[in-house]
Structures are given as structure tokens and as C-alpha cells.
């Protein structure tokens, strides 16, 4: 059953259509906010917090339509809203607006290293995602969802709010950067 | 050479269990229709443009009117309807098979009205001779009353659009202000008979402007998930 049936079903009251949706949505919304926010238990909370979002607006569905680049606009709006907050990230934006670099916090505690992975892949993945940590915020929002998430450049830029042609230079930036990065490193 | 993120295996990690408050809803989970933009586009068009239509009446039709030139006054009118439409659609409803608003295009859309009504305003005033000629300093009522006309589209788009744009909700809501200060322009059109072009240009044109800003600062908060 894809997404769209199953947003579909829960908007007709069927609660265990929101369980299906969550437990085919939540894991990919997790990864993207744990590659975004760097701490899984802020990752877990904007997932919480994103899915009650949708259910208070669950009357904008459209029927038929993919309801997750949705959700994922809308989990992009809560990342960004705790970020400015500075609740729990302790960040301010600039004045141009772009959000500071925090220090990483992805290390031991995301899941995404698990410890049941070989010691070398689990060292890649710690560097890479070390590397993706210190990139802007949009180069990194653009590289999570483009390489690691596997969306479409489209896709993309429709969950960032910019333009394609933006979200390809900040992908193409993203990359060439954790590509010096980890060269560097190596 | 090797890319950076290649042989990352970025499998999904299992999902927090739903909080209480999630649980909570889920309890009480009540069927919420999902929406229909078109429909909702035709309800928002066929209310605006009848109200619009009622204040007219109700503040009296132009004495000028039928004098004026008549392609003029077509041509303008339509103009009006066309920046009222327009950024409505793109804004109410999606691409096929997408529920993503086109706010980008709206709030260009809203910007070009914006301009264009108040260039247009200034450069394009005609006149009839039964046309009674005033200046800005005129007492009239032409501000607040198409601002009147305007709050019908607003009050019906947002709660069409609740919780559908969850990006850029200020530049939606701006896009949305102008389109509903283009039928305030139109009841003003068909109403005003000040011919004076800056009357025309920035009262008329203005209304556009001061409703996209009062719209971009009051509604962003209804029209993005909370």
C-alpha cells in the first residue's frame, strides 16, 4: 500500500493507517533529522513533533496525492523553528540568516553508526557524517536529501522551499566540500 | 578516485515508538475529509466575486460608468480579475499527484499585481466627462472599502489552505493578500468615480500592496502545520 493510500485511509479515521504511514515514513524522516539536527534524541523529538503536525493538518491532504515530500516540508519547517528557537540547540540565526555550525553530536549516539556494522564501515560513515556536520546548513540539507536520502534534485528543493537550480548548486557545493574534506582527512 | 559517500549504508534506523500525545489524538481520531482545490478554488472565486459585486452595490456604481471607454473599462476590469485569479490558482491548487503548493509563483504573481496595478493606476486613468475629477486630498472611502471586498477570498483561502503550506507561509500568505486587493480593485473599479490617476495608482493600486502586507504579517500562522 503506498503513502498516498494509506494518508488516504487515515484521513477516513483509520488510525492504524497513520500507524502504517508512520512506520513507513518515520525511519527515512529520522535519518534525514538525525543528518540535519546531528543528535538523534532531538531527531526523535522533531519526528514526534512533525507527525503531530500532521495530524492537526491532516485536512490539506489531497486525495491521490504523495503526502510525503509533505511531511517532509513539514519536518524541515520544525528542524529549522527548534533551531531558531534555540530550545535545545542553543543556535541563533546570523543576520543574514543563515544558522550557525554547532559542534557534531552524531558520534556514539545516531544510529545510523550502529555498532553491528564492520569497524571499517562504521569509521567511513562516522568521518563522512563528521565531514557533513561541518558544511552550512543548506549544503548539508541539500547533500542528506540528494546522496544519502535519495531524492530527486525536484524532490528536494520542493521539501527546502527553494528552486531546483538552487538546490543543485548548494548538492554540487555540498559534495565537492565533503569531498575535500574527507581528502583532506585521508 | 573515491566519492565520499559512497558505500555509506544509511539504513533507516527504527523509529521512536508514537509519543502519548500522538496516542492521545489517535484515540480520539475523527475522519477529516481531505480537500479538493478545485472545488475550493471555485467556492473562493464565485463568493469573492459576488461579494465584491454586493459592495458595489451597496456603496453605489460609478456614475461614470457608462461613459467611460468601454474597451478601457473592460480591459481593466478583466485585468483586475486576472490578478485576482491567478495567484489563487497556482496557490490553491497543486501539480497533479502533489499536494505542494506553487507559493513561489503566487507570491511573484502577487508582486507583479502589486506593481502593476499601482504603474497602471498612475499611467493608464481615463476619464469620462460625466467623470467627477478629484485629487488624493478627496475625502473618500476607497482604502477601507476595498480592503472590505478583500477580506472575503482571504478569510476563505485560509481556511481552504490550513496547515497545506508549510514552506514560506509569508510569501504564500503575501502572494494570497495581493490576489484578494485585486477584487478589492475590482469593486473599486466598478465603484470609484475619482478618475485621478494617483488616486487611481495608489489608492486603488495601494489597496493590493496594504493587503498583501497585512495578509503576509496576520495569516502565515494558520496557513503552515502547527
Known amino acids: 500500500m503506498t503513502a498516498a493510500d494509506l494518508m488516504a485511509r487515515y484521513c477516513d479515521g483509520d488510525a492504524e493507517a497513520f500507524r502504517a504511514l508512520y512506520a513507513e515514513v518515520a525511519p527515512r524522516l529520522l535519518g534525514y533529522l538525525i543528518g ?15 507527525f503531530l503536525k500532521v495530524h492537526r493538518a491532516r485536512a490539506a491532504y489531497i486525495r491521490g496525492a504523495d503526502p510525503v515530500p509533505w511531511i517532509y516540508a513539514i519536518a524541515h519547517r520544525t528542524f529549522l523553528d527548534e533551531l531558531r528557537r534555540g530550545k535545545r540547540a542553543a543556535a541563533t540565526p546570523t543576520d543574514d540568516g543563515e544558522l550557525p555550525e554547532q559542534t557534531a553530536v552524531l558520534s556514539g549516539e545516531s544510529a545510523v553508526v550502529d555498532a553491528e556494522r564492520p569497524v571499517v564501515d562504521r569509521e567511513r560513515t562516522r568521518a563522512a557524517l563528521d565531514a557533513l556536520a561541518t558544511l552550512p546548513t543548506s549544503q548539508r540539507e541539500a547533500v542528506v536529501l540528494t546522496k544519502l536520502d535519495g531524492k530527486s534534485i525536484i524532490e528536494a528543493a520542493e521539501i527546502a522551499g527553494t528552486t531546483p537550480g538552487a538546490m543543485k548548486v548548494r548538492a554540487h557545493r555540498g559534495y565537492l566540500a565533503l569531498r575535500k574534506l574527507l581528502g583532506a582527512r585521508s | 578516485m573515491t566519492e565520499p559517500l559512497d558505500g555509506i549504508d544509511l539504513a533507516p534506523p527504527p523509529p521512536p515508538p508514537l509519543s502519548a500525545a500522538l496516542e492521545a489524538e489517535l484515540r480520539g481520531l475523527r475522519p477529516a475529509p481531505p480537500r479538493k482545490p478545485w472545488q475550493q478554488l471555485g467556492v473562493v472565486i464565485a463568493a469573492s466575486i459576488g461579494w465584491a459585486f454586493a459592495l458595489a452595490g451597496l456603496l453605489h456604481v460609478r456614475s461614470d460608468l457608462v461613459d467611460l471607454p468601454r474597451t478601457w473599462l473592460v480591459v481593466y476590469l478583466a485585468a483586475w480579475l486576472i490578478g485576482f485569479v491567478a495567484p489563487l490558482v497556482v496557490l490553491v491548487v497543486p501539480r497533479r499527484g502533489s499536494m505542494m503548493t506553487r507559493w513561489r509563483v503566487a507570491a511573484l504573481l502577487g508582486g507583479l499585481a502589486a506593481i502593476g496595478f499601482v504603474v497602471g493606476g498612475l499611467t493608464l486613468a481615463r476619464s ?10 478627496y475625502r473618500h472611502l476607497c482604502l477601507p472599502s476595498g480592503l472590505a471586498a478583500a477580506l472575503v477570498p482571504v478569510l476563505l483561502a485560509v481556511l481552504a489552505l490550513r496547515g497545506a503550506i508549510p514552506q514560506a507561509p509569508r510569501l504564500a500568505a503575501a502572494g494570497l493578500g495581493a490576489a484578494a486587493g485585486c477584487i478589492g480593485g475590482f469593486m473599486l473599479h466598478l465603484h470609484c468615480a475619482v478618475a485621478d490617476g494617483v488616486h487611481v495608482g495608489v489608492v486603488h493600486g495601494g489597496v493590493v500592496v496594504i493587503a498583501a502586507g497585512l495578509c503576509a504579517l496576520f495569516t502565515p500562522r494558520w496557513l503552515a502545520a502547527r
Do not use: F, I, N
Open chain 1, 36 to 50: 540535519m539536527a546531528r543528535s538523534r534524541p532531538l531527531a526523535e523529538d522533531l519526528v514526534q513533533q512533525t
Open chain 2, 128 to 137: 469620462a466627462p460625466t467623470s467627477t475629477h478629484y485629487g488624493l486630498g
